[in-house]
């Protein structure tokens, strides 16, 4: 059995954080496990309230599973505080890790912040390393590389930088640009550009936390990381067009069954 693990943020509304990830998980055919580092109330106009989770809680739900369970990928969401970002990175350097993609979560779409200012230094410098992919969307990358980042060129200068951090690989997402949605892979010698024409709809809810855990279903059903990126950003150009409304915000993204995304 493929399996995924998903560390992330618990979202009451279903679209991204862990109910996102395993919704993606599920549809790739891969059994998906969680461990919550906080819990939100949130619905498709905002974050509500945060709860983060006690650090013991967080390494516990780790040890559960990397002690008894074959984990074929990892994914990092939201980690909310400094204290969250220490128990997870001090609990996964126990056991052997599969690859990890980290999708350095900051700023919700509704704008609440999700990872407090002292904890971005420490998810830097001490994450990063560990992580085999990282996936930063353009603002999160601008505020690690301190860096305007405007069209290709910048995301391609950013992406140099973040991969002296120290993780292998580098996709800084480009679903803020205006014209297109090109999202540029870097991993330390060559750059692959992903592009997909920007698609007009405004149901965006957990886009980046499913392309995340898409290349994490990928790795564990065995494609390297070039492929992976590819269906991954197939699955969550299909799942954006049937993105739907089902509140006053913006909605969720569509998450196929397996089989009808990659045709
Ligand atoms: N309107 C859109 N049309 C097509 N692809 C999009 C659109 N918005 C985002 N994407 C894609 O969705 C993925 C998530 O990107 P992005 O929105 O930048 O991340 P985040 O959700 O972390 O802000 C990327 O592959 C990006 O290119
Ligand atoms: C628990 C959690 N994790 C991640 C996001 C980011 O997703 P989005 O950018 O779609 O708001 C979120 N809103 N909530």
Redesign the pocket.
Known sequence: MKTALTIAGSDSSGGAGIQGDLKTFAAHGVYGMSVITAITAQNTVRVSHIQGLDPLTIEKQIDAIFSDIQVGSVKIGMLYNKRIVHAVLNTLKKYTMPPIVL?P?MVS?TGRILLKGDAITMMVEELFPICHMI??????AELITKMPIKNIDDMKKACIRLHKQGPKNVLV?????KDT???IYYNGYDFIS?E??????TN?H??????SSAIAANWSIGYPSHVAIQR??SY??KA?QGGFSIGSGDGPIKHFPKGVYNE
């Open positions: 999708d979560v779409t996936t930063p969307n353009i603002l999160e997402k480009g679903g803020h640009l949605a090109t999202d992903y997909h024409e920007r698609i007009p709809n965006t957990g886009t980046g936390c499913a392309l991954a950003k969550i150009s954006i």
